[in-house]
């Protein structure tokens, strides 16, 4: 009986190493980047002379929410959206115009729409930025030319607020982009 068993082991042994042996006989295809290499150079100035797709055609472009905001009170940054509900209680610039202040009387879901507003016309959510210790309560929206920082709701008032923080020096370019309402003096 040991005989039976060593001998069935011995061709299943035999049987593996042949399997195993056959696989290894097969010629392995070389990795893609040698392929290519491989190719003759005219097919290749072919593939590289394709026109890349134009950005338009690959990013759209963000469509603005059509729905008309909150007037917006007078020192309000012409280029930053309002939100569509919520009551604005004034807006008011920091003496040296480092920063406009408002508080907007609005809930959490109305919050989080004013973030969804600001996407559509452009503004990007930052998780990453400088005002975490300053506004810990805050989300943080950006175009690369203002950061609108918008706080979430709070058990205390019934107002949040929002701030605008210009990326460029407002004083030294008189900020001209200001249509009307562009404030001598801070608010505050």
Not at 22 to 48: G, I, R
Not at 100 to 126: H, M, N, P, W
Request: proline share 12%; net charge negative.
């Amino acid at each position: 009986m040991f005989k039976k068993i060593l001998t069935i082991l011995a061709v299943l042994a035999l049987i593996f190493s042949l399997v195993a042996c056959d696989k290894d006989t097969k010629k392995p295809e070389p990795p893609p980047s040698v392929k290519e290499s491989e190719q003759p150079v005219e097919s290749a100035k072919t593939e590289q002379s394709k026109p890349a797709p134009k950005p338009s055609e690959t990013v759209k472009a963000p469509t603005p929410d059509p729905e008309p905001g909150v007037p917006a009170p007078e020192n309000w940054p012409k280029e930053v959206p309002t939100p569509v509900t919520g009551e604005i209680l004034g807006c008011g610039w920091a003496p040296d115009k480092s920063f406009c202040t408002t508080d907007i009387v609005y809930k959490q879901e109305d919050i989080d729409a004013y973030g969804e507003r600001l996407e559509s016309f452009g503004f990007k959510k930052q998780t990453d930025h400088k005002y975490g210790k300053d506004w810990p309560d805050a989300t943080v929206y950006s175009n690369g030319r203002w950061d609108v920082i918008v706080a979430e709701e709070n058990d205390v008032f019934e107002y949040s607020y929002v701030n605008f923080y210009p990326l460029f020096d407002v004083v030294k370019e008189g900020y001209d982009g200001q249509p009307e309402g562009w404030p001598d003096a801070g608010d505050f």
